[in-house]
């Protein structure tokens, strides 16, 4: 499987709307994103784990994107649970 050098590639954020998800990626930028693991930590009713990556994901058409492009989490909360 070929490969690509660290930060040889822009990403862009993955909170926005699928069609610039989309739009960013077709231009071979990958994509990062933040909250991995949130299962509740900012609302009782809405989760990014359960409510935002499923739908945007899949949506925007970036699920195999990191086959080719670099994909970047930043996780919810802290050790400390703060």
């Known amino acids: 499987?070929?490969?690509?050098?660290?930060?040889?590639?822009?990403?862009?954020?993955?909170?926005r709307r699928p069609e610039e998800l989309t739009y960013a990626a077709e231009r071979g930028a990958g994509w990062r994103a933040d909250c991995l693991g949130d299962m509740g930590g900012f609302s009782k009713t809405w989760c990014h784990m359960c409510d935002a990556y499923?739908?945007?994901?899949?949506?925007?058409?970036?699920?195999?994107?990191?086959?080719?492009?670099?994909?970047?989490?930043?996780?919810?909360?802290?050790?400390?649970?703060?």
């Open 1 to 15: 499987m070929p490969t690509f050098p660290p930060f040889a590639r822009p990403a862009t954020d993955a909170h």
């Open 54 to 82: 499923p739908k945007l994901i899949p949506e925007a058409g970036v699920g195999d994107l990191w086959k080719t492009a670099p994909v970047a989490w930043r996780a919810a909360g802290t050790c400390g649970g703060g």
